[in-house]
């Protein structure tokens, strides 16, 4: 007959050894999910500001004069998003009836537009460590 006196504390250490390694893994996974949904939820948080910041610089290009927004940049708004006018190119506008197709709203004196000025949009904001750049060319017709 052989001795089998070591073989139950030999048992004992594998399972142990085998059950530490499954709590490591399982560790590191829900560490790694939760950075995972971390950086996707600021991610979200900084796209939906940069929209915001995109909105509120039509509503600047609406409201002010050609002259203030040769080169505009706006740090402080309410949408947390930093954006940047630029005056990209101006060409005349012709549509349907000598109206333009885009932006519909009617012009100021005569109801016509003449000529047509794209501006560059450029929104970005942060949120943690993710950050959202956005890109928008917007005509407003004078």
Same mark, same amino acid.
């Given at each position: 007959?052989?001795?089998?006196?070591?073989?139950? /504390? /030999?048992?004992?250490? !594998?399972?142990?050894?085998?059950?530490?390694? /499954?709590?490591?893994?399982?560790?590191?996974?829900?560490?790694?999910?939760?950075?995972?949904?971390? &950086?996707?939820?600021?991610?979200?948080? &900084?796209?939906?500001?940069? +929209? @915001?910041?995109?909105?509120?610089?039509?509503?600047? =290009?609406?409201?002010?004069?050609y002259s203030e927004l040769r080169q505009f940049s706006n740090p402080n708004?309410?949408? %947390?998003? =930093?954006?940047? !006018?630029? +005056?990209?190119?101006?060409?005349?506008?012709? %549509?349907?009836? %000598?109206?333009?197709?885009?932006?519909?709203?009617?012009?100021?004196?005569?109801?016509?537009?003449?000529?047509?000025?794209?501006? /560059?949009?450029?929104?970005?904001?942060?949120? @943690?460590?993710? +950050?959202?750049?956005?890109?928008a060319l917007y005509v407003k017709g004078y």
């Amino acid at each position: 007959m052989r001795n089998h006196k070591g073989i139950a /504390l /030999l048992t004992v250490l !594998i399972v142990m050894i085998i059950g530490l390694a /499954l709590v490591g893994v399982v560790t590191f996974l829900c560490t790694r999910g939760y950075q995972t949904y971390s &950086a996707s939820k600021n991610y979200q948080i &900084a796209l939906q500001q940069a +929209q @915001g910041g995109i909105e509120e610089a039509i509503l600047d =290009i609406e409201t002010q004069t050609y002259s203030e927004l040769r080169q505009f940049s706006n740090p402080n708004t309410q949408s %947390g998003a =930093i954006y940047e !006018i630029s +005056q990209v190119f101006w060409k005349p506008l012709t %549509g349907f009836g %000598g109206a333009p197709v885009f932006p519909p709203s009617s012009s100021a004196y005569s109801g016509v537009y003449g000529v047509g000025v794209f501006y /560059l949009i450029h929104s970005f904001a942060t949120q @943690g460590e993710s +950050q959202a750049d956005l890109y928008a060319l917007y005509v407003k017709g004078y």
